[in-house]
């Protein structure tokens, strides 16, 4: 038989063989709470009161379990990455990370490889256009300077100037293109023809007033008698190739040309060419 205090709610167990008629009262060994002793009938329906409570808790806390249980499985069934990451070893998250940033710098070095690929293949095909641009512009500036640069090359090499000029000046007369002097930058000075004999004897200097090398000009001679007729046309070749900056140069040189009447009045004209060969 179970008897429960009803100040601290304590259940007690109480042999029935115990109880006679001459107990009236129980005492709570907890609480030391005093109340009168129910009789038997009633003491007994309270206990099966309290039993039938006691397997209904008992009976609600199964099924509880039970639909918790089901609930589980369920969702143990459907995979759940929030709780799988945690369930997860430390080891197998450190391995996880070291592949995923294996793979990422894999795909890196990948992505880096293909854009240096396509910046060689763009700057492959973006200097080609330059390129030749370039080597057209360094011909043509080396065709329009032609006379300016076989002069410079006479100051510096004279020697492999000396060895190449017939061929460089034949490969421009095939296009037309000949060698020229800057008779512009030439003066022509103290210029004399003398006549000895049957010979001509011509002299004079050649003076450059630039700050650059100049080629040496052929000089053109004609001898035009008073009704204008020509008795004489040479053209000098002198042997300087170049003439220095801001100098000059000198010449004498001597024509076997007899003119019949010396006394006649004569004009003895003499001119600078432009182009340095002729063929």
């Known amino acids: 038989m179970h008897v429960t205090c009803k100040s601290c709610g304590t259940v007690f167990e109480v042999n029935k063989s115990i109880l006679t008629s001459?107990?009236?009262w129980l005492k709570c060994g907890v609480c030391n709470e005093?109340?009168?002793?129910?009789s038997t009938s009633n003491a007994i329906e309270k206990n099966v009161e309290t039993?039938?409570?006691?397997?209904?808790?008992k009976q609600e806390l199964a099924s509880i379990k039970s639909v918790v249980e089901d609930k589980s499985k369920i969702l143990a069934k459907k995979p759940n990455p929030v709780l799988d990451q945690k369930n997860k070893t430390v080891a197998e998250i450190a391995s996880e990370l070291s592949l995923s940033k294996l793979n990422k710098n894999e795909k890196s070095n990948v992505k880096k490889a293909e854009n240096a690929n396509n910046k060689k293949k763009i700057k492959?095909?973006?200097i080609l256009p330059f390129l030749i641009i370039f080597l057209g512009l360094i011909l043509f500036l080396g065709i329009f300077y032609r006379s300016t640069l076989l002069s410079y090359g006479f100051f510096y090499f004279p020697n492999h100037s000396q060895n190449y000029i017939?061929?460089?000046?034949?490969l421009f007369a095939k296009i037309d293109l000949p060698i020229l002097s800057d008779t512009k930058n030439l003066n022509l000075i103290n210029f004399i023809a003398t006549v000895q004999d049957q010979e001509v004897r011509f002299s004079g200097r050649i003076k450059n007033v630039s700050k650059r090398p100049i080629l040496v000009p052929r000089i053109k001679i004609l001898v035009v008698r008073e009704d204008r007729k020509i008795i004489l046309e040479k053209i000098l070749i002198l042997e300087d190739k170049i003439i220095f900056p801001n100098s000059e140069i000198g010449f004498n040189e001597f024509v076997k040309e007899?003119?019949?009447?010396?006394?006649e009045n004569v004009t003895v004209k003499a001119t600078?060419?432009?182009?340095?060969?002729?063929?």
Do not use: C, G, H, M
């Open 22 to 24: 001459n107990i009236q």
């Open 34 to 38: 005093k109340w009168a002793l129910p």
């Open 51 to 57: 039993i039938d409570r006691t397997e209904k808790v």
């Open 124 to 126: 492959k095909l973006n």
């Open 166 to 170: 017939e061929k460089i000046n034949s």
């Open 258 to 263: 007899k003119i019949k009447n010396q006394k």
């Open 272 to 279: 600078l060419l432009k182009k340095i060969f002729e063929y």
